[in-house]
């Protein structure tokens, strides 16, 4: 596609890339269940800096994605697609996602695959269409985008199984590579410790996704459940948190409330 025209399409820097970049901590959060034009706002007005919307677990169709990254403002949105593949990765920088999150990881030749599927050429085999959701439906330099688009959204590789976790300095290495992700649940199940998270071997796991993140100019990302647990990650290293996901949260918070209505209510009788 050649037509341009002297409209611009979105190149900002992200800002998560940048706040990473000078060492700071950003927090963020998952959505699963809320797919409403509005989650992404309210997450972003509560202090989110990313959303990421899971295809993994949840179904959800890329026109529902679509919808949910096109409404997101003030945060970043992300993609966790379902499987390590082109046209997942492809399809999901197409709808608008500033970043992808690919589970499973598990070597330096499918974490090249992924960067591969993620960038255009000549740093990647990603295939060209503009004029987009992806770049804001501007017809513009298209050059330009492309340099845009191969710098500034992030690829997250899931550490969430033993093969993942041997491999985890080597994948770090990898160029186009931005975060080590853990996925917790499903590493203690591959470590044969399933749910032991202060588990010694679980522990020295996740020292070890940090070094290696660290040691090659990375960063590592967790979903965290609690205040608590976010803060003994960012103790180890961990620079980029997922606070809870949409579902917990609000039953998390609705329990509380309904306990705390139900107490006062029998302290008045």
């Known amino acids: 596609m050649s037509i341009t025209s002297h409209d611009q399409p979105p190149r900002d ?13 950003v927090v963020g959060t998952f959505v699963f269940e809320f797919a409403t034009p509005g989650i992404g706002r309210l997450a972003s007005g509560a202090g989110a800096e990313f959303v990421i919307y899971d295809a993994e677990h949840t179904g959800w169709s890329y026109e529902t994605l679509r919808t949910l990254v096109a409404t997101t403002h003030g945060a970043e949105p992300y993609v966790r697609v379902p499987e390590t593949g082109r046209s997942a990765i492809s399809r999901a920088l197409d709808i608008g996602a500033r970043g992808i999150m690919v589970p499973m990881v598990e070597s330096t030749e499918q974490a090249e695959a992924i ?40 690829i997250l590789t899931q550490i969430e199984t033993t093969r993942g976790l041997a491999a985890v ?20 199940n591959s470590m044969g410790i399933p749910g032991q ?3 010694p071997d679980y522990r020295a796991a996740l020292d070890q996704v940090a070094a290696a993140a660290n040691s090659h100019g990375k960063y590592a990302g967790f979903m965290a459940g609690s205040p608590a647990e976010a803060h003994m990650l960012v103790e180890r290293g961990f620079s980029l ?29």
């Not at 298209?142 to 340099?147: F, K, L, Q, T, V």
């Not at 990898?174 to 992700?181: E, R, S």
């Not at 996901?245 to 509380?256: E, M, T």
């Open 169 to 188: 300095d080597a994948i770090a290495a990898v160029a186009g590579v931005d975060v080590l992700w853990v996925g917790h649940y499903d590493l203690t």
């Open 197 to 199: 998270f202060d588990h």
């Open 115 to 154: 960067v591969s599927w993620a960038k255009y050429p000549p740093d990647g085999v990603r295939g060209a269409a503009f004029g987009m959701a992806h770049d804001g439906y501007v017809r513009s330099d298209n050059i330009a985008y492309m340099r845009w688009a191969n710098t500034e959204p992030l």
């Open 13 to 25: 820097r992200s800002p998560v890339r940048q706040a990473m970049e000078r060492g700071k901590l």
């Open 241 to 269: 948190i997922a606070y809870g996901g949409d579902l917990w949260v609000y039953q998390d918070a609705l329990r509380a409330g309904i306990v705390e209505v139900h107490g006062r209510g029998r302290a008045t009788r």
